[in-house]
């Protein structure tokens, strides 16, 4: 297509960017569960994310009822015991510069939506234990990729997790991203068949929005496109 006949974003591109603008990361949910054959159209939407050589390395387990609520129980006995954290990824090495600083801003953020004030270590505890509960989701997701596919393999994966959260989105279904609950793959491992051969990603746990639950009322930003691209022509 010629640019310079384009005079209006088409409609795809339109409605794409609602859903980019709109999507969030709940951190409140319903209890209500969301209907299987909705998720299994998000499921089926997401499967058509782009994969180096189109090896599609994501396997998916999703949890719900009796089987969530086993693995909530295990993750929050974990939690209290004080036990290291043991990802089968690398967590980043360090925050720094204005990485630090979107990561700061992010917590005081979510903080102050839901009334934890600046040096209160027992309110922001109580709300790091709800990454662990999955804020109450009625289904997780566990994404995991083939060791052998390496770095590669976990970025498709990432691929995956951004278009199964969108998909999500446009079927009227919030979700959350959650890299903490890959802190004890041996719990999660407790509860799913999963080979020795697969790395544990990430979890993405989702349901419908709790409205009004204070924590929904906080955005993060996004950092202007000046300091992020580079144009050589």
């Keep these: 297509m ?7 974003p088409p409609d795809e591109f339109v409605c ?9 990361s709940c951190r409140a949910f319903l209890p209500q569960p969301v209907p299987r054959e909705v998720i299994q159209q998000v499921l089926a939407a997401a499967q058509r994310t782009v994969s180096w050589c189109n090896a599609q390395p994501w ?8 089987a969530l609520e086993r693995l909530r129980c295990d993750m929050l006995d974990r939690v ?5 954290s043991a990802p089968e990824l690398d967590w980043p090495r360090e925050w720094r510069g204005v990485y630090q600083a979107r990561r700061r801003s992010c ?6 939506a839901v009334g934890v004030k600046k040096g209160d270590r027992e309110g922001s505890a109580r709300q790091a234990i709800e990454n662990f509960r999955m804020f109450s989701a009625p289904h997780l997701a566990i994404v995991s990729s083939d060791e052998a596919l390496g770095s590669h393999g976990v970025m498709d994966c990432g691929a995956w997790v951004s278009n199964f959260m969108l998909a999500a989105c446009a079927a009227g279904v919030s979700t959350i ?5 890959a802190s004890w793959p041996d719990v999660l491992r407790k509860h799913i068949d999963l080979s020795t051969e697969r790395r544990i990603v990430c979890g993405v746990s989702f349901g419908f929005c709790d409205t009004k639950h204070p924590a929904n009322g906080f955005r993060t930003t996004r950092a202007a496109l000046d300091g992020l691209v580079t144009w050589l022509d």
């Design 2 to 8: 010629n640019s310079a006949t384009v005079t209006a």
């Design 16 to 24: 794409l960017d609602s859903l980019l603008r709109r999507r969030h």
């Design 59 to 66: 396997q998916v387990h999703i949890l719900s009822g009796d």
């Design 80 to 84: 209290k015991s004080n036990a290291p």
């Design 107 to 112: 917590g005081w953020g979510l903080y102050r």
């Design 177 to 181: 991203a959650q890299a903490a609950l």
